[in-house]
């Protein structure tokens, strides 16, 4: 009888350490998958903040590249409303020659013959992927529309410099004395914004012509007013176009600093 006993506690005994190392079997199971799920998890964030690194780097890069092309842009709309400003007192003469100040006429010359271009800094985030890494879907859709609408404004600028060249330009050197114009071009520092280095000044004197140019016939030839017509148009629809741009600009601006400021 205690034989009998003896073995079902032992049946019992050996049946419990089954139940303890099944116990014991799943918490192992379980503390993996616990780990692998963290290691996951860790992994994950890990990712998910290099991604908001590389973002925000990107950011900090647009921000830059776009205040650089904010300065240039503006730079040019001033050269062009220059420009018009010189077109419209050159025409102004011409219909009122009692007004005409000789000294005067090669300054308003010089403002006519620049040609301004916008040459801004476009990023390859595009070509690169790099723009899926921002989260703002508004920025995004600005930066694809980027390139596209800085064309409308450099199809003007291209416009104006073959004009100039190919018609205004030849006129003049037939009609006035280039040396002239572009001495006072110099003597004017016209090309100060055209520099990389702002604030440089440069001494460079060609002299004026010998040659007197006789500039009432210049103001009598049908020709001059068309080319000044056609100077200030062209400036005024490039401008035109630059302050929507300069808006756009101010708009990417906006959403950058926002998106920096709410993600530090």
């Given at each position: ?14 049946e ?43 950011l ?9 092309n ?13 420009m ?15 007004k ?71 006129f ?91 993600n530090?």
């Open positions: 009888m205690i034989k009998f006993f003896r073995n079902i506690r032992k049946k019992l005994a050996s419990n350490k089954a139940a303890a190392y099944s116990r014991y079997a799943i918490g192992e199971i379980v503390l993996v998958v616990i780990g692998i799920l963290i290691a996951l998890q860790i992994n994950n964030w890990n990712e998910t903040r290099k991604e908001r690194e590389e973002e925000r780097a990107l900090q890069q647009l921000q830059s590249e776009f205040e650089s904010q300065k240039q842009l503006n730079e040019k709309i001033i050269i062009r409303n220059n018009i400003a010189a077109s419209f007192k050159l025409l102004d003469y011409i219909d009122h020659p009692e005409r100040h000789s000294d005067s006429i090669n300054s308003y010359l010089v403002q006519t013959i620049l040609v301004p271009t916008f040459d801004p800094i476009i990023n390859d985030i595009m070509s690169s992927g790099r723009i899926q890494l921002l989260k703002n879907n508004t920025l995004k859709e600005l930066l694809t529309l980027w390139t596209s609408e800085i064309i409308q404004v450099t199809e003007e600028e291209v416009a104006w410099r073959e004009y100039k060249y190919n018609q205004y330009q030849p003049l050197l037939k009609e006035a004395s280039i040396r002239s114009i572009t001495n006072q071009y110099w003597q004017d520092n016209a090309m100060e914004t055209f520099y990389l280095d702002k604030g440089t000044s440069v001494k460079f004197d060609l002299k004026n012509s010998r040659t007197h140019t006789d500039f009432s016939n210049i103001f009598e030839s049908a020709n001059f007013e068309d080319h000044l017509a056609a100077c200030a148009t062209n400036a005024k629809i490039a401008n035109i176009q630059s302050l929507s741009l300069q808006n756009r600009i101010k708009e990417i601006l906006q959403i950058i600093k926002q998106e920096l400021e709410e530090p």
